[in-house]
T-cell receptor, first 113, second 111 residues
C-alpha cells in the first residue's frame, strides 16, 4: 500500500507570495492533518480534515487555510508569505479521527526569501 | 502551556546498550500515546503506541512503558544500534482532539 505523498518536496517563494501544498493520504484513510515543523519547535498542529470538513484547527493566523476533497486528498494554502513561514510542512493521514495512529508523508520544505 | 514534555533535548548512548527516552504529560484525559522517529528531511515514522488501559507494550527492540499516576511514559530501545540515531517524538491524544507532540529528543547511538 502506498504511503502518504506530498508535493512539491521543496519550494522557494518570496515574501508576499502565496503557496499551495498538496497531500495524498494512504488509500482508505479519511482523516488528514497538517503540521508545521521549525527548528526547536517540534510539530505544531495546523488543522485536521475528516470527510471534507475541518474538524480541528491549531493556533495559526488566517493566512493558513486548507481543504479536503471527496477522495480525501488535501491541500493547504498559505497567503501573504512571511519569512517566519519557512518550515517543513508535514501531512499525516489516519483511518479516522482521534485515537488513531497517524502516518506521515515526507514533508514539503518551504523557504521564504 | 506544553501538555507533552520531553525534557531531554538530546541523549547519547553506546551501541548495544539500552536507550531510554522519557516523556511527561499534564493532561490526565490523554488516553493514547505514540512514539515517532524522525530522520532529517523526512517525515516522522510511527514506532509504537500504547493505550491508557495498558502499562507496557513491546515491539521487537522497542518497549513503551506508561505510568499513569506519574503521567509519564518512556521508550526503551534494546539493544541500541547506530541506525536508531534520530529525533524521537512522543505524542498524546484524547477523543477527537489533535495529536499533541513533545518537542523531541535527539538520540545519538555511538559505535
Amino acid at each position: 500500500k502506498a504511503g502518504v505523498t506530498q508535493t512539491p518536496r521543496y519550494l522557494i517563494k518570496t515574501r508576499g507570495q502565496q503557496v499551495t501544498l498538496s497531500c495524498s493520504p494512504i488509500s482508505g484513510h479519511r482523516s488528514v492533518s497538517w503540521y508545521q515543523q521549525t527548528p526547536g519547535q517540534g510539530l505544531q498542529f495546523l488543522f485536521e480534515y475528516f470527510s471534507e470538513t475541518q474538524r480541528n484547527k491549531g493556533n495559526f493566523p488566517g493566512r493558513f487555510s486548507g481543504r479536503q476533497f471527496s477522495n480525501s486528498r488535501s491541500e493547504m494554502n498559505v497567503s501573504t508569505l512571511e519569512l517566519g513561514d519557512s518550515a517543513l510542512y508535514l501531512c499525516a493521514s489516519s483511518l479516522r479521527q482521534g485515537r488513531e495512529t497517524q502516518y506521515f508523508g515526507p514533508g514539503t520544505r518551504l523557504l521564504v526569501l | 502551556d506544553q501538555q507533552v514534555k520531553q525534557n531531554s533535548p538530546s541523549l547519547s548512548v553506546q551501541e548495544g546498550r539500552i536507550s531510554i527516552l522519557n516523556c511527561d504529560y499534564t493532561n490526565s484525559m490523554f488516553d493514547y500515546f505514540l512514539w515517532y522517529k524522525k530522520y532529517p528531511a523526512e517525515g516522522p515514522t510511527f514506532l509504537i503506541s500504547i493505550s491508557s488501559i495498558k502499562d507496557k507494550n513491546e515491539d521487537g527492540r522497542f518497549t513503551v512503558f506508561l505510568n499513569k499516576s506519574a503521567k509519564h511514559l518512556s521508550l526503551h530501545i534494546v539493544p541500541s544500534q547506530p541506525g536508531d540515531s534520530a529525533v524521537y517524538f512522543c505524542a498524546a491524544v484524547t477523543g477527537n482532539t489533535p495529536l499533541v507532540f513533545g518537542k523531541g529528543t535527539r538520540l545519538s547511538v555511538i559505535a
